[in-house]
């Protein structure tokens, strides 16, 4: 890549990142999706926009519904204090909200298109002759389901580079499949100096999660096995007003669940409501991503010697990937485990390199 070229992708991140895309900014969403799609009509991209569920979606493909190889990307983030919406450059490193989860992706995919494509021209060809195209979402962060979830099905391609994790070094080929879970404990208000009149809910879900916990490994750094994670904790149902002085007659729990391949998880599923007291419903789930065999990765690895083969506990759009049986990895830039924190940043030196 040219000093330009890699110039022309630092600035469109850095305007991309401007756009404050998370989910409760629905307009925001599709101002980027906007920017995204002047930006490829500008260059002279036949561009088709797709919206499942309000979700927009970008592609630009050689034929309608094929592409060789397809390079997937997401516009939106996951939420930031404003200043992060503010890029700035610092020793070789560019940061902000999206810097590497995703934006650079879609930078780079843009830029990628416009050069072949104008390659492809002076060639005296198209872009229908072009052997990749492009996927931009703007649902990953929700699940994806309305993006790849929704258009994968529906594209003819042999190979997918999902722009969304790994390295230069790392092209990841296997990722722990999720569960979203939530643990529902009912009990019996009462006043909060006599708790032996009511059931604390509170209580019931605490001896339930700790019951589940003992269905899973201790978590040790790196290890492949399935794991647990309370993330969101409340009592009261929507409405109500919570007492610091009354027995709470309701409580709820969400658990993000990873697992592997070894896992059965409606067997997994299963045992852990003959377990617990409380309910226990699942509100989302993936599977494993296994990336297959390819001849493209094949040539991908032989395109950059050295890359090892990785795997990550996180899980991405690639999921659907395995669902729909489209062979892909998941490759990108490097910016250490930067994603989501809030010195969010990728290396300007690994996007070139990529």
Same mark, same amino acid.
């Given at each position: 890549m040219t000093a330009p070229t890699l110039a022309r992708v630092r600035n469109l991140t850095e305007s991309l990142i401007r756009f404050k895309s998370v989910h409760d900014h629905p307009r925001e969403i599709d101002r980027c999706a906007d920017f995204v799609q002047r930006y490829l009509e500008r260059v002279g991209a036949v561009v088709q926009r797709v919206e499942h569920a309000g979700v927009p979606s970008l592609l630009a493909l050689p034929d309608q519904d094929r592409a060789p190889v397809l390079l997937m990307s997401h516009i939106?983030?996951?939420a930031a204090d404003q200043p992060q919406f503010e890029p700035f450059a610092q020793d070789g490193k560019l940061y902000g909200r999206g810097a590497l989860d995703d934006k650079y992706a879609v930078a780079l995919s843009l830029v990628l298109f416009e050069t072949y494509l104008a390659e492809m021209r002076r060639r005296g060809k198209s872009q229908q002759d072009l052997p990749f195209g492009l996927l931009i979402t703007s649902d990953e962060e929700m699940g994806g389901f309305s993006g790849a979830g929704a258009i994968l099905p529906n594209l003819d391609t042999e190979f997918v580079i999902l722009l969304d994790g790994g390295s230069p070094d790392e092209i990841i080929v296997r990722q722990k499949g999720f569960l979203k879970l939530r643990l529902v404990a009912e009990g019996e208000t009462a006043h909060g100096s006599q708790p032996w009149l009511g059931q604390n809910a509170?209580?019931? $879900?605490i001896d339930d999660y700790v019951k589940l916990r003992s269905v899973f490994h201790r978590s040790e750094p790196n290890h492949w096995q399935r794991t647990v994670n309370l993330s969101i904790l409340h009592s009261g149902r929507p409405g109500e007003v919570e007492s610091f002085n009354q027995v709470p007659a309701h409580a709820e729990a969400v658990l993000d669940v990873r697992f592997t391949e070894d896992d059965d998880i409606e067997t997994l599923i299963a045992s852990l409501r003959q377990l617990l007291v409380s309910e226990l419903h699942v509100e989302a789930s993936g599977p494993v991503f296994d990336g297959g065999r390819s /001849?493209?990765?094949?040539?991908?690895?032989e395109v950059v010697p050295g890359a090892r083969l990785g795997s990550t506990h996180s899980a991405s759009d690639a999921r659907f990937l395995t669902e729909h049986g489209i062979p892909g990895v998941v490759w990108g830039a490097a910016g250490g485990d930067s994603a989501h924190s809030a010195h969010e940043y990728?290396?300007?030196? /690994?996007?070139?390199? $990529?």
């Amino acid at each position: 890549m040219t000093a330009p070229t890699l110039a022309r992708v630092r600035n469109l991140t850095e305007s991309l990142i401007r756009f404050k895309s998370v989910h409760d900014h629905p307009r925001e969403i599709d101002r980027c999706a906007d920017f995204v799609q002047r930006y490829l009509e500008r260059v002279g991209a036949v561009v088709q926009r797709v919206e499942h569920a309000g979700v927009p979606s970008l592609l630009a493909l050689p034929d309608q519904d094929r592409a060789p190889v397809l390079l997937m990307s997401h516009i939106d983030v996951v939420a930031a204090d404003q200043p992060q919406f503010e890029p700035f450059a610092q020793d070789g490193k560019l940061y902000g909200r999206g810097a590497l989860d995703d934006k650079y992706a879609v930078a780079l995919s843009l830029v990628l298109f416009e050069t072949y494509l104008a390659e492809m021209r002076r060639r005296g060809k198209s872009q229908q002759d072009l052997p990749f195209g492009l996927l931009i979402t703007s649902d990953e962060e929700m699940g994806g389901f309305s993006g790849a979830g929704a258009i994968l099905p529906n594209l003819d391609t042999e190979f997918v580079i999902l722009l969304d994790g790994g390295s230069p070094d790392e092209i990841i080929v296997r990722q722990k499949g999720f569960l979203k879970l939530r643990l529902v404990a009912e009990g019996e208000t009462a006043h909060g100096s006599q708790p032996w009149l009511g059931q604390n809910a509170i209580d019931q $879900l605490i001896d339930d999660y700790v019951k589940l916990r003992s269905v899973f490994h201790r978590s040790e750094p790196n290890h492949w096995q399935r794991t647990v994670n309370l993330s969101i904790l409340h009592s009261g149902r929507p409405g109500e007003v919570e007492s610091f002085n009354q027995v709470p007659a309701h409580a709820e729990a969400v658990l993000d669940v990873r697992f592997t391949e070894d896992d059965d998880i409606e067997t997994l599923i299963a045992s852990l409501r003959q377990l617990l007291v409380s309910e226990l419903h699942v509100e989302a789930s993936g599977p494993v991503f296994d990336g297959g065999r390819s /001849s493209y990765l094949d040539l991908l690895r032989e395109v950059v010697p050295g890359a090892r083969l990785g795997s990550t506990h996180s899980a991405s759009d690639a999921r659907f990937l395995t669902e729909h049986g489209i062979p892909g990895v998941v490759w990108g830039a490097a910016g250490g485990d930067s994603a989501h924190s809030a010195h969010e940043y990728v290396e300007l030196r /690994s996007i070139e390199h $990529l």
